[in-house]
């Protein structure tokens, strides 16, 4: 039985639209500030190289793909079902929620203030992250079942897999000294895979990875909890 649109579901996708063209423009914006602002680290064509810019290129992506699908929804009167992209959705919200978690858990620390206080970081790092979640949880119309948390794995995944099954045999290098691994807890020359280390952060990739995975799913379910909790009070007020 098809179910027409009401009005609170009308506005919903109406502001919703609005807000991914906010996660686009400040995405862009975030880039920009990026390439101009390139230093050693994530420097020029190097920066797309980067699970940080990666991850608001895929935000931006889900923005525009679900602009069409809520127009295309507002046309025909009702909520379009896709799993399959509000999946994606899930995942591309959690991507930038675990970029702006590593940042300010492990690589702020060791910047000082300075360094996120700067427009460019900030912009990729809290301001496109905190859209992209916010936009999962408010204006995702369908209620996402807990299961589904396990996207918002895939993308970490796959980075991992870019890493070591693609850029590690091409050789290719994340910055212009020739680094061969983008973050330093994925340095398996310098950690090891299995090394327990000092306890000082310098322990094998495996348990980053691990950790890693944990703060992701942890995450997921997370946001998945905060969708479904929203979408109960919005059913229950209706």
């Known amino acids: 039985m098809k179910q027409t649109l009401g009005l609170v579901s ?7 639209l609005l807000w991914k063209i906010a996660i686009i423009m400040v995405g862009g914006v975030g880039i920009l500030l990026n390439l101009e602002n390139a230093g050693d680290f994530m420097n020029g064509s190097y920066l797309f190289y ?14 525009i793909l679900f602009i069409v699908i809520d127009i295309v929804s ?15 959705r899930l995942a591309s919200a959690v991507a930038v929620a675990l970029t702006m978690a590593v940042f300010f858990a492990f690589l702020l620390p060791s910047s000082g203030p300075g360094y ?13 992250p905190l859209l992209g979640m916010l936009d999962f949880i408010v204006f995702e119309g369908a209620k996402t079942r807990l299961l589904q948390a396990l ?3 895939a ?4 980075y991992l897999v870019f890493v070591y099954a693609v850029a590690g045999p091409l050789g290719l290098a ?3 000294s020739g680094a061969k691994v983008p ?15 000092s306890g000082n952060l310098d322990f094998g990739v495996f348990y980053w990875i691990l950790i890693l995975l944990a703060i992701v799913l942890a995450i997921s379910i997370l946001l998945v909890a905060l969708q479904k909790l929203l979408h109960l009070k919005k059913k229950r007020s209706a």
């Open 151 to 153: 996207a918002g794995t």
């Open 50 to 63: 980067y699970f940080t810019i990666l991850s608001n290129l895929v935000m931006m992506a889900s923005a």
């Open 116 to 128: 996120a206080e700067s427009p460019a970081n900030l912009t990729v790092h809290l301001i496109l």
């Open 155 to 158: 993308f970490p995944l796959l």
């Open 10 to 16: 009308r506005l919903r996708l109406y502001l919703g």
């Open 183 to 197: 973050y330093f807890f994925l340095d398996y020359r310098k950690l090891g895979w299995f090394d327990l280390g």
């Open 74 to 88: 507002l046309e025909r009167g009702e909520e379009a079902k896709l799993t399959f992209f509000r999946l994606f």
């Open 174 to 176: 994340f910055d212009p």
